[in-house]
C-alpha cells in the first residue's frame, strides 16, 4: 500500500462521517425575518404608554428632595466660602473655623446626593424586576436625574472652590 493512500483513508472516513444520510434538509429559500429591511424606521416605539402614575410621583418626590438639599447647601456654602476667604495660615483658629464650615456645607449636600443615588436605583431596578424600561419612563428618569446631577455638580464645584482656598 502506498503511503499517500493511507493518509486518504482517514480523510474519507472523516469527511463520510460529517455528511448525514437522508432526513430533512433545511431549505435554502429566504426566511420571513430576512425579508425585513433594517433601514426601514421604527413607526414608534413598541411601549409608547405615558409614565406611570408611581414612578412620576416618586421622581417629583426625589427632585423635591434634591431642591430642598440645594436650598439648605447654599447658605452653608456661603457661610463655608465667607469664612475660607478670611481664614489665616494653615492650623490657625480661622482656618478651624472655615474647615468646619466646610464640613457643614458637605453635610448639606448629602439630600442631593442620596436622591442622585435613589434615581440612579429606579432605573437599576427597573431594569432587574422588569426586564427594560418604557421609553416614556426612562424619558422621564434621564430628565429628573439629568437635572439632580446638574444641582450636585454645581455643589461639588462650589465645595472644590473653598477647599482649593483652604488649601486643602
Known sequence: MRKSSVVAIPILLLASACAQVGGPYPSLQPQSAETIDPRVPVERPVNDRPVSPALASRLADLLAHARS??????????QAERLAAAAGAAQSESWIVAQEALSAAIAAREPTARALGDIDALGATALQTQGGIAPNDLAAIQSVGAEVAAIDRRHAERIDSIQRRLGL
Open 69 to 78: 438639599g440645594d436650598a439648605a447647601f447654599r447658605p452653608a456654602a456661603e
